[in-house]
């Protein structure tokens, strides 16, 4: 089990490298990638099942304590990113496929790293784990409408079809895994120590069957599609921020909603793009994969490094 946990820890620790490499030999040799495409709803379902597996039912806690500050974490995730994602397609003309796949990003619930960086941006992370949780529970209603919604004159979409591929994908087995953490919580705690490597073994499978796609189209639209992900992550973090400063969010709780909105599920994106719409709305998601955890590490980095303002304050009130 050892052996395993530290292969583990040397998965995850580079997981950017791994999906940039995977992804340059997809682009270049895609044939033997191809065909994972037709699994990416069942790779997707396992990596679900895993958060599932991390999360119990004293996350929901929160609901009943800080109900205001849930309230507006979910509420920003649901407002700003599918508008955000919507306005960047229009103002860069994406084509349809492309804008109906940004949109879905900005759709998705927040993605599990929101956790990790608002634990090392020393923000509020019970406050971010409890806002994934209910992100993820309501996404199969809430993704399914806005996306249509704000997507509808782009690209045609089986509303039925997309919200019940959401409760397959995402509903069912995140709660199979917090029935197993509730019911077997030794088990799961052993086994919560290689999934988040098998999380990330599949996320890299998907991308590079996506990559294989659409290797083709890829070569010629490279440029607008990373501006589009880039400015729409970098705004999902800047608004997440402020919006929280806004409602009176403490620094602590600001970071944590930063990430909330700024980091998405861009993985269930991916699956729900290529099983409902073209496999070029697949591609905003597989590379805001990449781009996500750069300048959420980063941005996570250097708060982690900084002296939190309310530590500030208390020392500049003591000089007084």
Same mark, same amino acid.
């Given at each position: 089990?050892?052996f395993?946990?530290?292969?583990?820890?040397?998965?995850?620790?580079?997981m950017?490298?791994?999906?940039?490499l995977?992804?340059?030999?997809?682009?270049?040799?895609?044939?033997?990638?191809?065909?994972?495409g037709?699994n990416?709803s069942?790779m997707?379902?396992?990596?679900?099942?895993?958060?599932?597996?991390?999360?119990s039912l004293?996350?929901f806690r929160?609901?009943?304590?800080?109900?205001?500050?849930?309230?507006?974490?979910?509420?920003?995730?649901?407002l700003?990113?599918?508008?955000?994602?919507?306005?960047?397609a229009?103002?860069?003309?994406?084509?349809p496929?492309?804008?109906?796949?940004?949109?879905?990003?900005?759709?998705?619930?927040?993605?599990?790293?929101s956790?990790?960086?608002?634990?090392?941006?020393?923000?509020d992370?019970?406050?971010?784990?409890?806002?994934?949780?209910?992100?993820?529970i309501?996404?199969?209603?809430?993704?399914?409408?806005?996306?249509?919604?704000?997507?509808?004159a782009m690209?045609?979409?089986?509303i039925?079809a /997309?919200l /019940?591929?959401?409760v397959?994908?995402?509903?069912v087995p995140?709660?199979?895994?917090?029935?197993?953490?509730?019911?077997?919580?030794?088990?799961?705690?052993?086994?919560?120590k290689?999934?988040?490597?098998?999380?990330?073994?599949?996320?890299?499978?998907?991308?590079?069957?996506?990559?294989?796609?659409?290797?083709?189209?890829?070569a010629?639209?490279?440029?607008?599609?990373?501006?589009?992900?880039?400015?729409?992550?970098?705004?999902?973090?800047?608004?997440?921020y402020?919006?929280?400063?806004?409602?009176?969010?403490?620094?602590?709780?600001?970071?944590a909603v930063?990430?909330?909105?700024?980091?998405?599920?861009?993985?269930?994106?991916?699956?729900?793009?290529?099983?409902?719409?073209?496999?070029m709305?697949?591609?905003?998601?597989?590379?805001m994969t990449?781009?996500?955890?750069?300048t959420?590490?980063? /941005?996570?980095s250097?708060?982690?490094?900084?002296?939190?303002?309310?530590?500030?304050?208390?020392?500049?009130?003591?000089?007084?």
């Amino acid at each position: 089990m050892k052996f395993l946990e530290k292969l583990a820890h040397f998965i995850c620790k580079y997981m950017t490298l791994w999906v940039i490499l995977i992804s340059v030999i997809a682009f270049y040799n895609p044939e033997p990638f191809k065909p994972i495409g037709k699994n990416i709803s069942y790779m997707l379902g396992i990596i679900m099942l895993g958060m599932g597996l991390t999360m119990s039912l004293e996350d929901f806690r929160l609901i009943l304590t800080r109900p205001k500050d849930v309230f507006y974490g979910v509420f920003f995730r649901y407002l700003i990113m599918p508008l955000v994602g919507f306005g960047v397609a229009k103002i860069l003309g994406l084509s349809p496929a492309l804008a109906a796949g940004m949109v879905l990003l900005g759709a998705c619930p927040s993605g599990t790293g929101s956790n990790v960086m608002t634990y090392i941006a020393k923000g509020d992370t019970a406050l971010s784990v409890t806002v994934s949780s209910v992100n993820t529970i309501l996404a199969p209603v809430l993704t399914t409408y806005i996306f249509s919604f704000l997507a509808g004159a782009m690209i045609p979409i089986d509303i039925g079809a /997309l919200l /019940l591929d959401i409760v397959k994908i995402v509903l069912v087995p995140v709660s199979i895994g917090i029935a197993m953490h509730t019911a077997a919580p030794k088990l799961v705690e052993k086994l919560v120590k290689v999934v988040p490597a098998v999380s990330v073994v599949f996320i890299i499978t998907i991308m590079s069957s996506v990559v294989a796609l659409n290797a083709a189209r890829m070569a010629t639209m490279a440029l607008v599609l990373c501006l589009a992900v880039a400015i729409h992550n970098i705004a999902g973090l800047v608004f997440g921020y402020y919006a929280g400063k806004a409602v009176g969010m403490s620094e602590k709780k600001s970071r944590a909603v930063t990430f909330e909105i700024g980091m998405e599920n861009s993985g269930l994106a991916v699956a729900l793009a290529m099983a409902h719409l073209d496999p070029m709305a697949a591609l905003p998601g597989a590379v805001m994969t990449v781009w996500e955890y750069m300048t959420g590490s980063l /941005l996570a980095s250097y708060w982690g490094n900084k002296k939190p303002v309310e530590a500030l304050q208390e020392e500049a009130r003591v000089l007084a």
